[in-house]
């Protein structure tokens, strides 16, 4: 149900929204604490995909622990090594082409699946666990030489404090740049009462230390030092290309590729990608 609301780009009058918007607010109003607790499963639960890719040949698996249960990591290759931080409802999964690639190229990919997501630990899925999750890997290598993050994994990964995270180059694809306005237009645009989306929220964000209102990549990525290349589709439906314009208009050390026709899933393997990690990955 949460790849419905926070993949739902429809503007239009839509009565089933009406009938969400009607049920979500008469249930608030009436049972505010049963209310919260199944808006937490509804809104926070990520869909667990089911991998689409094999895996490639060698590919050794792993487990990192995280505040929210056991990690499950991918690695492939050796070398320098890139960690590779996937989206909402995603898995490390999507990226084992990319990940082949970077083998071949003389590296390390190391990919994971998120807090609820793939084959990880863990009963929700949000930036603070993202984050956390990101934070836990690094801690698990010695070095890392930089991070490909898509979608949601581009906000926790720029949110992320680690020095690892701070000290490495970034390849961005499809990002959720101005994340606070995808995640409250996704829900509002569901139908869903905004009243108690934000109570569940507030508790999330009490319980982690985390205030919502803190979240800012796009600031923050204002303040990197080290290099960030943007891969973004013009006509991608789901995180907006013309922020990503703007941060590359606007921030000295962002480039964007722009891409045509490979949306927003497509786009993680393509070869604009391909291109750009060994651009970043060779730079002097």
């Known amino acids: 149900m949460s790849d419905k609301i926070y993949f739902n780009t429809s503007e239009k009058f839509n009565l089933r929204r009406s009938l969400i918007n009607m049920g979500t607010r008469v249930h608030h109003k009436v049972a505010p604490k049963h209310a919260r607790k199944v808006a937490r499963q509804l809104l926070l639960t990520p869909v667990r995909s089911q991998p689409k890719n094999a895996e490639p040949e060698g590919l050794m698996k792993g487990t990192v622990a995280s505040m929210h249960g056991e990690l499950t990591t991918y690695t492939l290759g050796t070398g320098p090594v890139w960690v590779l931080n996937h989206g909402w409802s995603g898995t490390a999964n999507q990226f084992f082409p990319l ?4 083998a071949q190229a003389g590296f390390t990919a190391l990919a994971y699946d998120q807090p609820a997501h793939g084959s990880s630990g863990g009963a929700y899925g949000h930036i603070p666990a993202f984050v956390q999750g990101l934070e836990a890997v690094l801690d698990s290598v010695e070095e890392v030489a930089g991070i490909i993050a898509h979608s ?3 906000a926790s990964t720029i949110e992320c404090k680690h020095h690892k995270a701070i000290n490495s180059p970034l390849l961005l694809i499809a990002p959720v740049l101005e994340y606070l306005d995808n995640l409250f237009g996704s829900v509002q645009r569901s139908g869903y009462s905004m009243k108690l989306f934000e109570e569940v929220v ?3 964000s009490v319980e982690y230390h985390y205030p919502i209102h803190s979240i800012d990549p796009y600031g923050k990525l204002k303040m990197r030092t080290q290099p960030t290349i943007i891969v973004h589709d013009k006509a991608d439906k789901f995180t907006s290309f013309a922020v990503s314009q703007q941060a590359a208009n606007e921030m000295d050390k962002v480039t964007l590729v722009a891409t ?5 899933g497509r786009i993680m393997n393509s070869d604009p990608v391909k291109q750009t990690f060994i651009q970043l990955a060779n730079r002097k």
């Open 99 to 102: 990940m082949e690639y970077i």
């Open 202 to 204: 507030k508790e999330v």
């Open 152 to 154: 949601m994994g581009t």
């Open 260 to 264: 045509q026709a490979l949306g927003h």
